[in-house]
């Protein structure tokens, strides 16, 4: 390269490395100022639970972990709750036993791990992984089905759950993982190893449950599942979440301690943080990772024939995780085993003229590959654009075309789409449904929040409350899981003489956020 050349491109690149350096300087800048202007830290903010480490989950027993866990809310109960100042002692507040949604005070409270046994011996297992910021509370109603159905179930409080948002300032993705592994081992303890054994994963729990069962191929130790059941799963999430521990940079200076949260809002949900630590993202993203690079690393070496049928709920519009990334970073290197997409595409009876994206609208088109494909790929929409009414169109293993049922479930006119929290409740869940059950109160019935008035009366914003928590097709979903359970084992489809298409799909979008906390990740709202 000419002398003149090498100098150029010099100046180019100082320029270029001073112009980045501006740039972060002024992003870390801008944390900061954030961190340093928002609201205090409080008692469930600072107090971190002492949870058993991998190597102790991986000794366990589920006695022990119970013991354990029941350990850790008596401490929180001595630590946090009894050491509340004057002003944190407010009906809203889940910590304050004096709260309606305080939870050791309702009729029974969800964030501890739970057992379900069937009236007789067990004709399966299944184990309940919830998501992030989340709680056992989350797969309650699925696992009461399993239970009538014969199952043994095992719901799992994972690591830094269901106690305090501080939790998950020090857990790491791999004490999920062990904690997977002791609920499995748990499960096939209690029932017979000739019988079916079903993962069912909610979000975070989705992709713990897949990482379970790619394990389970290279561990010949580990109980291989029957059955994946994923919802929402966190398959891929945004690439900014990959980033967020540079968010956290400034806590490293006591003065900034308040830079390791993305979100500090009031704890007014029984079973389920709003606030979130950086860690929560970083964790997630590192989990992510590991899941897609094994995925890639199995379906290359052709050992994916093993994988159970994997059964997945999915909105098209998903602002948590990246739906794009499960169709082309999971069912794309699925064998021809039985698996199943179920997409819930936006209601199309709703005139809202210019308020809907054109995104919107398009986005189940962006989001189907090309056909054929080795998977079922079911479609829950409008009959037609004039109908509330919807169908199922479901495109076979190895088809182009669909075959449509009529669901005899209406759209709801109050829901434009499914979200990230809403499939796993049904509309009369107590805390999160449309029309809550009379019989069960948790101290507030959060999904059917209306909310009309002046900005600035409530304790949390109109976006909180705006996005959808319930599912309208919940029994179609209790429907197609059943179907699973009463077919533990489904014979392999019947090698087809097409030639299977990679998914067409473009990268996963990224969300354009509103909020500067959302700009790597938004679970504080998921319940």
């Known amino acids: 390269m000419p002398a003149s050349n090498q100098s150029r ?18 992003l870390l800048g801008l944390r900061t100022y954030v961190a340093l202007n928002g609201p205090p830290l409080e008692p469930w903010h600072t107090f971190v639970p002492d949870e058993l480490t991998v190597d102790e989950l991986d000794a366990a027993n589920w006695d022990q972990y119970v013991q354990a866990e029941n350990a850790i809310f008596e401490r929180m109960r001595v630590e946090v709750t009894q050491q509340l100042d004057p002003e944190d002692r407010v009906p809203y507040n889940r910590y304050f036993e004096g709260s309606p949604v305080y939870p050791a005070n309702l009729f029974e409270d969800w964030n501890h791990s739970y057992l379900l046994e069937p009236a007789g011996k067990p004709s399966g297992a299944v184990v309940m992984l919830h998501g992030l910021t989340d709680s056992p509370y989350s797969l309650r109603h699925i696992a009461r089905r399993y239970r009538e159905h014969g199952f043994l179930v095992i719901g799992i409080r994972l690591p830094a759950h269901g106690t305090v948002p501080a939790a998950l300032t020090a857990v790491e993705w791999e004490d999920w993982m062990a904690a997977t592994r002791l609920a499995v081992r748990a499960a096939r303890q209690r029932s017979d190893p000739a019988d079916p054994l ?37 398959i891929g ?15 490293l200076l006591p003065a900034f301690e308040k830079a390791a ?8 949900n029984p079973f389920k943080y709003n606030s979130f630590p950086v860690n929560g993202a970083v964790q997630s993203h590192r989990l992510t990772e590991a899941l897609r690079r094994q995925t890639q690393r199995l379906a290359a070496a052709d050992r994916l024939t093993g994988l159970a049928p994997i059964l997945t709920f999915q909105s098209v519009l998903d602002f948590t995780v990246s739906t794009p990334a499960i169709i082309s970073g999971l069912f794309a290197h699925l ?19 210019p308020l809907m994206r054109p995104a919107t609208t398009a986005a189940i088109d962006r989001l189907l590959p090309t056909l054929p494909q080795r998977y079922r790929i079911t479609i829950i929409a409008n009959a037609d654009t004039d109908d509330a009414d919807t169908v199922a169109r ?8 669909a075959q449509t049922r009529l669901l005899g479930i209406p759209y709801p006119i109050q829901i434009f789409s499914l979200s990230h929290v809403a499939i796993p409740f049904p509309l ?21 929040i ?54 067409d799909v473009p990268p996963p979008a990224d969300p354009l956020p509103d909020d500067y906390q959302e700009l790597f990740l938004q679970p504080a709202e998921d319940p």
């Open 9 to 26: 491109f010099r100046r180019y690149l100082t320029r270029g490395l001073i112009a980045l350096a501006v740039v972060a300087a002024s």
């Open 198 to 234: 079903h993962l069912v994963g909610y979000s975070n729990g989705g992709a713990l449950a897949v990482k379970y069962a790619l394990d389970a191929i290279e561990d010949t130790q580990l109980a291989r599942p029957d059955r994946l059941i994923l919802i929402s799963p966190m």
């Open 237 to 251: 999430i945004t690439r900014f979440a990959g980033m967020a521990g540079l968010a956290a940079l400034p806590a």
């Open 261 to 268: 949260w993305l979100g500090l809002l009031p704890e007014f």
């Open 335 to 353: 064998p021809e085993n039985g698996s199943e997409l179920v997409l819930f595409d936006v209601n199309r009876t709703l005139k809202f003229g």
């Open 394 to 401: 479901t495109i076979a293993p190895g088809e182009t075309t």
């Open 428 to 448: 009369d869940d107590s805390l999160y449904g449309l029309e809550p059950n009379p019989n069960e109160f948790f101290g507030a019935h959060l999904g059917a």
């Open 450 to 503: 209306a909310a009309r008035g002046e900005r600035g009366a409530l304790i949390v914003n109109l976006d909180s409350l705006f996005r959808i928590a319930s599912n309208p097709f919940f029994p179609y979903l209790l429907a197609e899981i059943e179907e699973a359970i009463a077919d533990p084992a489904p014979a392999m489809p019947a090698q087809s003489s097409a030639v299977f298409a990679k998914p």
